[in-house]
């Protein structure tokens, strides 16, 4: 079992940055592939980042290739989500999520484990 808890959200203008921080509790942080999904009002959440274990696979949905940056530090059982030259669509709530399977966290398709939420706003 792991428990997510997400950090830095907040109001930006745009074209600003900010960046997300998801603590992971436990000592098995390194078994999970970590995403990063978000969820603007009226809308379905929608996949964003996903690094796998040591790093070395690392996806981004074509609405933020360029812009963000997901990184983890294992030591720290951390995942982070740099986010540069923020738009006003970006604004959603953003969740980290976790899990051992690449191709289910990616589709979203069953994962269990997500934090609460940290909510977003790029001002325009």
């Known amino acids: 079992q792991v428990q997510l808890v997400e950090s830095g959200g907040g109001l930006v203008q745009a074209g600003g940055s900010l960046r997300l921080s998801c603590a992971a509790s436990?000592?098995?942080?390194?078994?999970?592939?970590m995403g990063w999904f978000r969820q603007a009002p009226g809308k379905e959440r929608e996949f964003v980042a996903q690094?796998?274990?040591?790093?070395?696979?690392?996806y981004y949905a074509d609405s933020v290739k360029g812009r963000f940056t997901i990184s983890r530090d294992n030591v720290k059982n951390t995942v982070y989500l740099q986010m540069n030259s923020l738009k006003p669509e970006d604004t959603a709530v953003y969740y980290c999520?976790?899990?051992?399977?690449?191709?289910?966290?990616?589709?979203?398709?069953?994962?269990?484990?997500w934090g609460q939420g940290t909510q977003v706003t790029v001002s325009s």
């Open positions: 690094i796998s274990w040591t790093g070395g696979r690392i």
């Open positions: 999520a976790a899990d051992e399977s690449l191709s289910r966290l990616r589709s979203d398709s069953g994962t269990d484990h």
């Open positions: 436990g000592r098995t942080f390194s078994r999970y592939v």
